[in-house]
């Protein structure tokens, strides 16, 4: 079956601007998840979404936005973009059970 | 909050060496999951453990969670080049699925 895909791959941004990251989950999986990993702080959890609702959330500033769909594809948005949310930007599916968590090739956010 | 400190930080070996990597937690964990994360890919599933004292294996690879559920660790048998890569843990505390994760052993073999 298909695995986690994520959009785009890589994204250069100016400082101030939003972007819009898509993930679309492994067919059946309802529960999608979002990571931040950078060099220095490994991965950090952004938010978790599950049946159209916020299930989960980290310590990131309101800047950092998602939802999710009904058919469970996911975005994240990030508005007035800072240089220091240059990152690669990983999603991540699971059953509800979340025995293991699939990931997507991420997105690689640059910042300028 | 709760914390988790895995160790060593980076590891160098000679391939056919073993390679160990810990993983420490500030509180009593649910589960432990471990990935791994090629140079330049995204972290692979590679298991869970729930119970106490649990032990699990995969052809080289040993899993153990220990009996007070505060800490895990990876071991590895006769390092191969295909070992390369970043293994991290990532422990659940609570029932909310949140995982929590180590910064990774970054692991380096000589061929």
């Known amino acids: 079956k298909a695995g986690v895909t994520q959009t785009p791959r890589y994204l250069i941004k100016t400082r101030g601007q939003q972007v819009t990251l898509s993930c679309s989950p492994i067919?059946?999986?309802?529960?999608v998840s979002w990571y931040q990993q950078t060099p220095g702080q490994g991965l950090q959890f952004l938010f978790e979404?599950?049946?159209?609702?916020?299930?989960n959330k980290g310590n990131f500033p309101g800047r950092f936005s998602g939802r999710q769909f009904s058919n469970s594809r996911s975005e994240m948005n990030v508005s007035t973009l800072e240089l220091g949310d240059s990152a690669l930007y990983l999603c991540?599916?699971?059953?509800?059970?979340?025995?293991?968590?699939?990931f997507g090739s991420g997105t690689r956010l640059t910042v300028v | 909050g709760q914390q988790v400190m895995q160790i060593p930080q980076y590891q160098h070996v000679q391939e056919g060496e073993d390679f160990t990597t810990y993983c420490n937690s500030s509180t009593t964990l649910s589960n432990i999951q471990w990935y791994k994360q090629r140079p330049g890919g995204h972290p692979v599933f590679l298991i869970q453990l729930v119970k106490s004292g649990e032990v699990k294996k995969q052809k080289r690879l040993t899993f153990q969670f220990g009996e007070a559920k505060k800490n895990s660790s990876l071991h590895i048998t006769a390092t191969q080049t295909t070992d390369v890569g970043t293994y991290f843990c990532?422990?659940?505390?609570?029932?909310?699925?949140?995982?929590?994760w180590g910064l990774g052993t970054s692991l380096a073999v000589n061929p």
């Open positions: 990532a422990p659940n505390a609570g029932n909310n699925r949140k995982l929590i």
């Open positions: 979404y599950f049946s159209e609702t916020q299930r």
């Open positions: 991540a599916s699971s059953t509800d059970r979340g025995y293991g968590y699939t």
């Open positions: 067919s059946g999986h309802r529960s």
